[in-house]
């Protein structure tokens, strides 16, 4: 039996011997450079006729080097992206993201090399590649506002997503939580609720900072009483007895999560929502089946986040680049449940 030899690997080399030309040729034709350096399109065509029938696949990392594009979008997670309590908030977003990127013909890279320390990853750990993609969408709740002004003064394009306050502005797509929560607080008033307490969580984030925006804008020209307090879910018990001795008719809570440990823990002590006390969600479960109560909430559109900022990228490596870093906030949805009602002086949630 004959032993079975290996056609030969191909190269750049190998395309120009067979297509009778430069290697330099083949080279500004993988590069997207034919036009320019008016190589005739009957050589391109002979060129390409070659790499497709060959299957080759170009260095991305020397065409990214060359100027040239990959086709590439990166995704960096400051936080993990997969572990169960991530699911929930990361997977509408990379739905969103991977519908656009197919549909734009981009294929999509997720940065995992720079490990995770004390909950968060940075963006310039000696790991991280982020050069391999000709962009990249940032996810998380909070982001290093340092790390971003270095990308923009480095000139690499991307798209944060969610609302980001820095020094220099930065391109993002984010949720309008200040409108959001400032309309469900003006609900609340107009049921007739004078006794606000607003559980949040304990973060510096924008989206956390934007729902008490909208909190206490809504509040502040109201005779109505309120109280806000940072929680954790290691501090939830303890914020739900403080709650109850203020005595609110109406409780906002930021985390879904939270707000179903809240409404086990209230059942269990015969306080009644919305009867004796109205809950409102400013989040929710992205997957039905969380959702064992129809909280009166809010809805952040995560799918369209992740394919406007998508979108968003693809203009700044298009031709027609706006001048100025796209910012961009999505209006949530206003979900009615059946948490919010008129308040009954009689049975609040301290007796």
Not at 111 to 140: I, W
Not at 332 to 351: F, I, K, Y
Request: glycine fraction near 6%; proline fraction near 6%.
């Amino acid at each position: 039996m004959s032993k079975k030899t290996s056609s030969p690997r191909m190269t750049q080399r190998r395309i120009a011997e067979l297509a009778q030309v430069s290697q330099t040729t083949v080279s500004l034709v993988m590069n997207g450079k034919a036009d320019s350096s008016h190589i005739p399109p009957e050589t391109v065509q002979r060129v390409l006729a070659i790499v497709a029938d060959s299957q080759y696949v170009a260095d991305p990392a020397a065409r990214r080097l060359a100027g040239a594009a990959n086709r590439i979008f990166g995704i960096f997670t400051y936080e993990s992206a997969f572990p169960s309590e991530s699911v929930d908030f990361y997977t509408p977003l990379l739905t969103g993201i991977e519908a656009a990127a197919e549909h734009a013909g981009h294929d999509l890279l997720m940065f995992t090399s720079a490990p995770v320390e004390n909950g968060r990853r940075h963006l310039f750990h000696p790991n991280n590649r982020l050069r391999l993609a000709d962009g990249c969408l940032l996810l998380g709740r909070e982001m290093d506002a340092d790390e971003l002004t270095r990308l923009v003064q480095l000139e690499f394009p991307f798209v944060a997503v969610g609302r980001r306050e820095t020094a220099i502005p930065v391109p993002y797509v984010g949720a309008d939580y200040v409108s959001a929560t400032a309309a469900l607080v003006a609900d609340a008033l107009t049921a007739g609720h004078r006794d606000f307490y607003y559980l949040h969580l304990d973060s510096t984030g924008e989206s956390v900072l934007d729902r008490q925006t909208g909190f206490f804008r809504e509040l502040m020209d109201s005779t109505a009483r309120f109280e806000a307090r940072p929680v954790s879910s290691a501090t939830l018990r303890t914020a739900w007895e403080e709650a109850k001795v203020w005595r609110p008719t109406v409780l906002f809570v930021e985390d879904p999560e939270h707000a179903e440990r809240i409404h086990r823990w209230a059942a269990e002590e015969g306080i009644r929502v919305p009867e004796d006390l109205s809950m409102v969600v400013l989040g929710e479960h992205s997957r039905p089946e969380n959702r064992d109560v129809d909280f009166t909430r809010l809805s952040a559109p995560r799918i369209e986040l992740g394919s406007r900022a998508v979108q968003a990228l693809s203009r700044m490596l298009g031709e027609d680049a706006p001048a100025e870093p796209i910012q961009e906030l999505l209006a949530c949805t206003l979900e009615p449940g059946t948490t919010l009602a008129a308040p009954n002086r009689d049975g609040q949630a301290a007796r």
